[in-house]
């Protein structure tokens, strides 16, 4: 049963969230920085922010936290776009904090008028003894000389930090909030830096920049948010998020936390993933191995699995702590419903099928669903020489196993007898089986009766004319870390690298249902690859079950004839290593 993908809202934290505001119209926001690429955790964000206010018939923006030149990149903006986007979403309007700078420096003066902000000009360790030292035990707090200035002094001093009189850490513009509050987000946060970067979108027009904690509260405001979700490391910054916007005597929006949604096996942060990404370790941002939204999609995992996945776990405060394992699965069970199946070979072996004669073609006919007739059908050619995997096929025969062995029946999927290995030949040196000998047991009076072989298994049929096979490079991606916690890995979660997290399969092959399924894709039909015109949809979107080994979809290395597949989980949880 496929998970209703608004669970999360109609109970639990999202629905009393909901509650403690009704009479308000839903606005919300997803409000990355646009400093590196997003990754599974976000999928979370962008479910609750967007969903919710769908849910709700309100709207969501997506606003651009670009406060620091220093960390931002024009190239994250249209990524975090195009995610978003994949994943069936659209913001009612994208924003930037930044086109609010005029605003927010009048409200820092306006603050600083009123005597709740003041210029400081303490160095970092000056400050971190005022707040009591390293974690607070090193003394008691005290305030800063320059806490008790005039206001006209910090005035004409923040103007000046504002004009260029100094240098990057020389004078900060801080909140005068309240240092014998036991919260530490009360302890005269810094409104205003200063950053010698020019912006990518105010350009050499701002020296100073405001922090986090002076935007966010406000420009929520500016955009009328009814509800202010963001993760619960927020959770003591809710106090100074009140106290700004009362302090600037501004509408107040509500702000509400839940807890993150953690992958454990792997590395999310954005400096540990750019060093795997430059140091080779991977192909890139959008590895299959890498949890970054881009590469699930190169995966070939469809958005609606990722949003399922999200609702399976529920929304609340508790950090969700998840297993890769626990992610696939849930991949699984969606393609399992989705997907249409053709026959795939990761290591092909030819059956020489001696009593037929050497131009026999049939078609055979094959679902794509073994369930759903709506899938449609198609025909695969069945001939003399025809290809099956290397491990259906055993040399020396035993009671326990049964596929192709010397003297052994086995059934070829949808081919309407079985074929029985009559002798095989082999490559010495390798020790490798080449061929396969075999009879067509097609019984010789016409009757249709047969001993029913105890398996079936996947085969490719050999036609030139049908252009069959179709050859095939097949990637493997197992887990890319070998223990649950990388990070906490002697010497780090480089050192616990697999080295077996790719594995090629060069000389596979496949049916020639991709062809036709390479046409219908995007298959499943998903909202965030809809407005992708039939037959132009990006290669990822041609997914499908391999029978009997896994799911698999196309590469963006696919090029010309060159096909190129990604696994994107195998069929089982133990199959996979
Ligand atoms: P990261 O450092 O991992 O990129 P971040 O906290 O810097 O994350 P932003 O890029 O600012 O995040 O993310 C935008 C929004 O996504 C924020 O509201 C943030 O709380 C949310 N978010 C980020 N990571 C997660 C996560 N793992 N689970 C749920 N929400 C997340
Ligand atoms: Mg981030
Ligand atoms: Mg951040």
Partial sequence: VPIDPESMFKEGFLKSVYNEKSSKRVVTRFPPEPNGFLHIGHSKAIAINFGFARYHHGVCYLRFDDTNPEAEEEKYFTAIEDMIQWLGFTP??????????????????????????????????????????????????????????????????????????????????????????????????AAYRILEKPHHRTGHKWRIYPTYDFTHCLCDSFEDISHSLCTTEFQLSRVSYEWLCDAVEVYKPMQREYGR??????????????????????????DPRLYTLI??????????????????????????????????????????????RLMLLLDPIPVIIDNLPDDYVEDIELPFSPKDPSFGNHTVPFSKTVFID?????????????????????????????????????????????????????????????????????????????????NAEVRIFNPLFKSENPDAAEGGYLNDINAASEEIHPNAMIEIGLEEIRK????????????VKKGEAGWETVRFQGMRV??????????????????????????GK
């Avoid at 950090?319 to 997907?339: G, K, P």
């Avoid at 219908?520 to 407005?531: I, S, Y």
Wanted: proline share 6%; aromatic share 8%; with cysteine.
């Fill in 520 to 531: 219908r894709a995007p298959w499943p039909e998903e909202e965030g690859e809809k407005d």
């Fill in 261 to 286: 949604l953690n992958l454990t096996g792997t590395v999310l942060s954005k400096r540990k993933l750019l060093k795997l990404v430059e140091d080779h370790h991977v192909r890139g941002w959008d």
């Fill in 92 to 189: 009612y309007k994208v924003t930037y904090s930044s086109d609010n700078f005029d605003k927010l420096y009048e409200l820092a003066e306006a603050l600083v008028r009123k005597d709740d902000a003041y210029v400081c000009h303490c160095t970092d360790t000056e400050i971190k003894l005022q707040k009591g030292g390293e974690k607070g035990t090193a003394g008691p707090r005290y305030a800063c000389p320059h806490r008790d200035r005039p206001p006209e002094e910090s005035l004409a001093e923040f103007r000046a930090m504002r004009n260029g009189k100094y240098k990057p850490r020389e004078a900060f513009l801080r909140m005068k909030q309240d240092l014998t509050d036991g919260n530490p987000q009360m302890w005269d946060l």
């Fill in 390 to 470: 290397r491990v259906d096929f055993r040399e020396v025969d035993s009671k326990d196993f049964f596929r192709l062995a010397p003297g052994k029946s086995v059934g070829l999927l949808k081919v309407p007898f079985p074929i029985k290995a009559t002798s095989f030949e082999k490559d010495e040196a390798s020790g490798l089986v080449t061929a396969v000998h075999a009879d067509y047991e097609k019984p010789e009076d016409g009757s249709t009766s047969f001993k029913k072989p105890k398996t079936y298994i996947q085969w490719v049929g050999s036609s030139p004319a049908h252009s069959s096979p179709i």
């Fill in 295 to 340: 590469g699930l999609r190169r995966r070939g995992v469809p958005p609606g699995a990722i949003l399922s996945f999200v609702n399976e776990l529920g929304v609340s405060t508790a950090l969700t702590s998840i297993q890769i394992v626990r992610f696939e699965q849930s991949v699984r069970r969606y393609l399992e419903q989705t997907v249409p």
């Fill in 550 to 575: 896994g799911y698999f979809c196309m590469d963006r290395d696919c090029d010309g004839d060159k096909v190129v597949l990604n696994r994107i989980v195998s069929l089982k949880e133990d199959a």
